[in-house]
Antibody, heavy 121, light 107 residues
Framework: QVRLQESGPGLVKTSGTLSLTCIVS?????????WSWVRQPPGKGLEWIGE???????NYNPSLSSRVTMSVDKSKNQLSLTLTSVTAADTAVYYC??????????????WGQGILVTVSS | DIQMTQSPSSLSASVGDRVTITCRAS??????LNWYQQKPGKAPKLLMY???SLQSGVPSRFSGSGSGTHFTLTITSLQPEDFATYYC?????????FGQGTKLDIK
């Protein structure tokens, strides 16, 4: 059973940098999967932030790409997300998820429980 | 970006009812469509992928159909645990956009 656990500061100052990690257990980050980050502002819908594979190849949402960096640490079996120059609009629950190919189709089958990050001055 | 539009945005139904949620894509996405269920305070849960393939462990009262730009999620004989918010997501191209969600609550 794959488990994902997000961690990081729950409060980030406006114009600062949001940094989160996602520890993967029950499975190897070296496996042939992609790993996604998704966020959800309070009371709103889901927004796909981007994805990374075990080699460090990334795809970012163009709406965030100038501020987002994703990385993997294979020795720790964890992912990282960094978002710079944050504003109140970046306040959200942030999720990491495992992406799997079902045939030719990409899906997110395991999700972390999410972490609420509030941006405030 | 491909825009995903769900309808209705909210829906009231009773236990035992059959409900259908629609998701439309702004351009053709073949069958690259996932459905997720989300309950308050919880992470999304994958229900369906490839438009109509049921994820392991998901009850068979859930079914999906469609291809191209028009998709549906149907729940037959609603159970109390089905009252939640449902999201579609396209995996045809990056960024993998979600619909705005459909909140299903008890009538």
């Amino acid at each position: 059973q794959v488990r994902l656990q997000e961690s990081g500061p729950g409060l980030v100052k406006t114009s600062g940098t949001l940094s989160l990690t996602c520890i993967v257990s029950g499975g190897s980050i070296r496996s042939n999967n992609w790993w996604s980050w998704v966020r959800q502002p309070p009371g709103k819908g889901l927004e796909w932030i981007g994805e990374i594979d075990h080699s460090g190849s990334t795809n970012y949402n163009p709406s965030l790409s100038s501020r987002v960096t994703m990385s993997v640490d294979k020795s720790k079996n964890q992912l990282s997300l960094t978002l710079t120059s944050v504003t109140a609009a970046d306040t959200a629950v942030y999720y990491c998820a495992r992406d799997l190919m079902g045939g030719n189709y990409l899906l997110s089958d395991y999700w972390g429980q999410g972490i609420l990050v509030t941006v405030s001055s | 970006d491909i825009q995903m539009t769900q309808s209705p945005s909210s829906l009231s139904a009773s236990v035992g009812d059959r409900v259908t949620i629609t998701c439309r894509a702004s351009q053709g996405i073949d069958r690259y469509l996932n459905w997720y269920q989300q309950k308050p305070g919880k992470a999304p849960k994958l229900l369906m992928y490839a438009a109509s393939s049921l994820q392991s462990g998901v009850p068979s009262r859930f079914s999906g159909s469609g291809s191209g730009t028009h998709f549906t999620l149907t729940i037959t004989s609603l159970q109390p645990e089905d009252f939640a918010t449902y999201y579609c997501q396209q995996s045809y191209s990056s960024p993998r956009t979600f619909g705005q969600g459909t909140k299903l609550d008890i009538k």
